[in-house]
Structure formats: structure tokens, C-alpha cells
T-cell receptor
Framework: KAGVTQTPRYLIKTRGQQVTLSCSPISGHRSVSWYQQTPGQGLQFLFEYFSETQRNKGNFPGRFSGRQFSNSRSEMNVSTLELGDSALYLC????????????FGQGTRLTVV | GQQLNQSPQSMFIQEGEDVSMNCTSSSIFNTWLWYKQDPGEGPVLLIALYKAGELTSNGRLTAQFGITRKDSFLNISASIPSDVGIYFCAGQWGGSNYKLTFGKGTLLTVNP
């Protein structure tokens, strides 16, 4: 079966712009979580969506937001981009809410210049 | 907040050697997980531990959930070149807070 698909794979944006990243979970999976990965901070939890509702949220500013659609696909939006937002953004899907048997996508590499 | 200390940060070993890495936490977790990340890929779940004291194997990998619930270790026996990558531990408290807290990772290099 198809894995978790994240688009785009790479993105370059300018400070102040906004960006939308997309994640298509494995078919049948209803939970989607987003993580930010940087060399300095490692993997940090952004938020989790289950059945179109945000169930958990990490310690990120309000510039980071997300949503989930009825087909379980999820989008993450970052507004007013800062240089420090440059990172690999990973999405993970699982069948159940915050199930530890989560499968990660390849990520979107965002570079802010 | 919860923090995970993962060590060592990096390891350079010869093919065939055994490897051990560990994670310690400032607070209790109810679940410990070990992931491996290859370059350009997302993390892949290797082993999940759900009970204090649990010892679980997955091929040449063995992981244990510490009895204090504040630590876990991962052993890799008879390493091979494809073991190269970054290994992450992650803890989950559970209850109303399901988020995973990750360690900073251990970069493993295997010399053929």
C-alpha cells in the first residue's frame, strides 16, 4: 500500500511569506501528526489531527497552523516566515489517535532566505 | 517540559561490532520507541516498548524499557553497513498528552 506522501519535497521561501505544506496519510489512517526537524532542536511535535479536529498541540507560535480534511489529508501553514523556520517538516500518520505505530513521510525541506 | 538525553551523539564502529545507545528522561514515560532515519527519508519505527522492564527484539536489534520508566536502551548486534543512519529514541506519556518527545539522535557510522 502507498506510504505517507508529503508535497512538495523541497521549498524555498522568503522571510515574511507564508507557506502551505501537504500530507496525504496512508489509506485508512485517520490521524496525522506534524513534526519540525532541525539540527539544533531535533524532532519537535507541532500538532496532531484526528477526524478533522486538532487533538494535541506542541509549543510553537500561532504562526504555525494546520487543518485536516474529511479524507484525512492534512495541510500545515506557516505565516510570516522567519529564517529560523528553515527545517525538515515531517508528517506521520496512524490508524488511531496518536497511535505510536505511526508511519512517517519523507518530509518537506523548507528553506527560508 | 519533558526532555530526553540520548547518548552517544555519534558512533563510528567496525562492521561486525555490537552497538549500544541509550536515552534517559527527566520524567516518566509510559511508552518508549526507537526509530531509525536514513538520509532524505522520514524516521522508521524499529521497536516499541509499552511496559516497564520489557525487553523486545527485532532481528539484530534489542531494546529495553527501564524499570524506572525514565530510560531505555537499544542494542544492535553484529552491525552491518546498512545499519548506518541516525537512531532516535522517543517517549510518550499518554493520558491526555499523546505527543512524542524525541531524543536528539545517535549518528551511527559502520566501517566495512
Amino acid at each position: 500500500k502507498a506510504g505517507v506522501t508529503q508535497t512538495p519535497r523541497y521549498l524555498i521561501k522568503t522571510r515574511g511569506q507564508q507557506v502551505t505544506l501537504s500530507c496525504s496519510p496512508i489509506s485508512g489512517h485517520r490521524s496525522v501528526s506534524w513534526y519540525q526537524q532541525t539540527p539544533g532542536q531535533g524532532l519537535q511535535f507541532l500538532f496532531e489531527y484526528f477526524s478533522e479536529t486538532q487533538r494535541n498541540k506542541g509549543n510553537f507560535p500561532g504562526r504555525f497552523s494546520g487543518r485536516q480534511f474529511s479524507n484525512s489529508r492534512s495541510e500545515m501553514n506557516v505565516s510570516t516566515l522567519e529564517l529560523g523556520d528553515s527545517a525538515l517538516y515531517l508528517c506521520a500518520s496512524s490508524k488511531f489517535e496518536m497511535n505510536t505505530e505511526a508511519f512517517f513521510g519523507q518530509g518537506t525541506r523548507l528553506t527560508v532566505v | 517540559g519533558q526532555q530526553l538525553n540520548q547518548s552517544p551523539q555519534s558512533m563510528f564502529i567496525q562492521e561486525g561490532e555490537d552497538v549500544s545507545m541509550n536515552c534517559t528522561s527527566s520524567s516518566i514515560f509510559n511508552t518508549w520507541l526507537w526509530y531509525k532515519q536514513d538520509p532524505g527519508e522520514g524516521p522508521v519505527l524499529l521497536i516499541a516498548l509499552y511496559k516497564a522492564g520489557e525487553l523486545t527484539s527485532n532481528g539484530r536489534l534489542t531494546a529495553q524499557f527501564g524499570i524506572t520508566r525514565k530510560d531505555s536502551f537499544l542494542n544492535i548486534s553484529a552491525s552491518i553497513p546498512s545499519d548506518v543512519g541516525i537512531y532516535f529514541c522517543a517517549g510518550q506519556w499518554g493520558g491526555s498528552n499523546y505527543k512524542l518527545t524525541f531524543g536528539k539522535g545517535t549518528l551511527l557510522t559502520v566501517n566495512p
